[in-house]
């Protein structure tokens, strides 16, 4: 089979598999790398009143996060997941309203409903 016939078959397997939510451990990891790194970038925006970068951040936390909801995880109850993953998806939206209208109590409390809600998931879940 020619190279791009392979590359497709990969990405057609990739593709129905999360659509069953089986859980791809790989880039779960990244999207977790990719959180630490939002925490530290959220918080020094909000230290210096850079909104704009922060409202980029919250959504980028949003749209990684949103994309590994549909996992089942390996081991917990996956309602739990749906239920902070769900929870941790609607506080970076606020954070990210928030940010928009330069309001550093509203940031900041998303920020904090964050790293609950991680706290809450690495407890079930890693
Ligand atoms: C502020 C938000 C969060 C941060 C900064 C964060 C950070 C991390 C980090 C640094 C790791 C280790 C990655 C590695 O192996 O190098 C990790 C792993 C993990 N986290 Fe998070 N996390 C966050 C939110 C969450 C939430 C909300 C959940 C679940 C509901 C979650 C579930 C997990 C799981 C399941 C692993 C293990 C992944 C695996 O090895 O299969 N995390 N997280």
Redesign the pocket.
Known sequence: MKKVGVVFLVFLILGVASLFGE?N?DQ??SV??E??T??GQIQNALKESRFADAEKAFYRFAEL?AAIQPFT??KGDKKE?DR??GA?VSAAVRGGVASRSKDATKSDAALKE??A??Q???K???
């Open positions: 859980y451990k779960v990891v977790m790398r959180n630490r939002l925490v996060n995880p390996p997941w902070i993953m941790f964050l790293l809600l991680s809450e998931g690495h079930l879940f890693r």
